[in-house]
């Protein structure tokens, strides 16, 4: 069982940056893909970004050239750093593990084993 706890969620103005933090249990962290997932009021949650065990990513094009994933498995952490943050960036960010991936669309929601509680992000304009 891997718990995850997301942080780095708060409200900041059209244009400025945030960075969340996904801190994973687990002796097994490197070997798991990981993503951040969203999901908006009266919206479908969908992919922001993932990143595999191997350094591999996936972006939404959304959010392609603002927001960068990353990790650091002697922290067992994952990291998103979001700059340029719109108002349509606004929703709840969701951290989530994947204990195998496969095929072209690995990044699929429903291949995440595990989720973390979320944490909210508002962009105001």
């Known amino acids: 069982q891997v718990q995850l706890v997301e942080s780095g969620g708060g409200l900041v103005q059209a244009g400025g940056s945030l960075r969340l933090s996904c801190a994973a249990s687990?002796?097994?962290?490197?070997?798991?893909?990981m993503g951040w997932f969203r999901q908006a009021p009266g919206k479908q949650r969908e992919l922001v970004a993932a990143?595999?065990?191997?350094?591999?990513?996936k972006y939404a094009d959304s959010v392609k050239g603002r927001f960068t994933i990353s990790r650091d498995n002697l922290k067992n952490t994952v990291y998103l750093q979001m700059n340029s943050l719109k108002p349509e960036d606004t929703a709840v960010y969701y951290c989530?593990?994947?204990?195998?991936?496969?095929?072209?669309?690995?990044?699929?929601?429903?291949?995440?084993?595990?989720w973390g509680q979320g944490t909210q992000v508002t962009v105001s304009s």
């Open positions: 990143i595999t065990s191997g350094g591999t990513t």
């Open positions: 687990g002796r097994t962290f490197s070997s798991y893909t």
């Open positions: 989530a593990a994947a204990n195998f991936v496969y095929g072209t669309r690995w990044y699929r929601e429903d291949l995440f084993d595990y």
